[in-house]
């Protein structure tokens, strides 16, 4: 059973638009949601983390917005650059247990 | 990063072939993991070790193998290859216990091709 799902499979926005991409989860037990964002070549790499005792999270460009009760988590991204277009992956884990992914989205900022 | 190093970075191998993908990193970190990547399929996760004396399957293990010679050490063995193992495959590291424990941090990632 899929833990974590992802959608939309692939965003195209123009530059300046607002990207947003969102996950839900299965497992009530986790409490540690990341969004890692991975360029061709690449490995992930963290983009930025929120734990259910808040429910939104800002780190430049980048926000979590996190609904404990719809167990569902998303990432905005504000004025969008190129330079942003990569491949997107929520996950979701907690005590005792190992990160689950999402399919991931591949997103493309057009000039 | 080079904090994660995966050797070899590509491998193409023949079918019934038995290979080794290593893993080393300089992070101290105590968790290790090896996933895979398909187009369309994500991160999936073969096998972790929380520390050198416990080693867990994932979602995917089967026709996998793991060994965890040192805490920066942690291998995937493939015994006997298949095409459909064609993958990327990802080596990550945590650190064990506290706030931060889950964040992980990935190798630049090993391209297979099984033929």
């Known amino acids: 059973q899929q833990q974590v799902k992802q959608s939309p499979q692939s965003l195209i926005v123009q530059k300046g638009g607002i990207p947003i991409i969102n996950c839900a989860y299965e497992?009530?037990?986790?409490?540690?949601f990341p969004w890692y964002q991975q360029f061709p070549g690449k490995g992930p790499a963290l983009l930025i983390a929120?734990?259910?005792?808040?429910s939104e999270k800002k780190e430049g460009r980048f926000t979590i917005s996190f609904n404990k009760s719809a167990k569902q988590f998303s990432l905005h991204i504000m004025d969008s650059q190129p330079g942003d277009s990569a491949t997107y992956f929520c996950?979701?884990?907690?005590?005792?247990?190992?990160?689950?992914f999402g399919k991931g989205t591949s997103l493309l900022v057009t000039p | 990063d080079a904090d994660v190093t995966q050797t070899p970075r590509n491998r193409i191998t023949k079918t019934g072939k038995r290979i080794m993908l290593e893993c080393s990193q300089t992070?101290?970190?105590?968790?290790m993991y090896w996933y895979r990547q398909d187009p369309g399929l994500g991160l999936r996760l073969i096998y972790y070790?929380?520390?050198?004396?416990?080693?867990n399957k994932g979602e995917i293990s089967d026709g996998y193998s793991v060994s965890r010679q040192a805490q920066a050490k942690f291998s995937l063995s493939l015994e006997s290859a298949i095409p459909n193992q064609t993958a990327l495959y990802f080596c990550?590291?945590?650190?064990?216990?506290?706030?931060?424990?889950?964040?992980?941090?990935f190798g630049p990632g090993t391209r297979l091709t099984v033929l």
């Open positions: 497992n009530t037990a986790f409490d540690y």
């Open positions: 992070k101290g970190h105590d968790r």
């Open positions: 070790s929380f520390d050198v004396k416990d080693i």
């Open positions: 990550a590291t945590s650190e064990g216990g506290g706030a931060r424990y889950n964040e992980q941090f």
């Open positions: 996950a979701a884990g907690g005590v005792g247990y190992a990160l689950n």
């Open positions: 929120i734990r259910p005792d808040v």
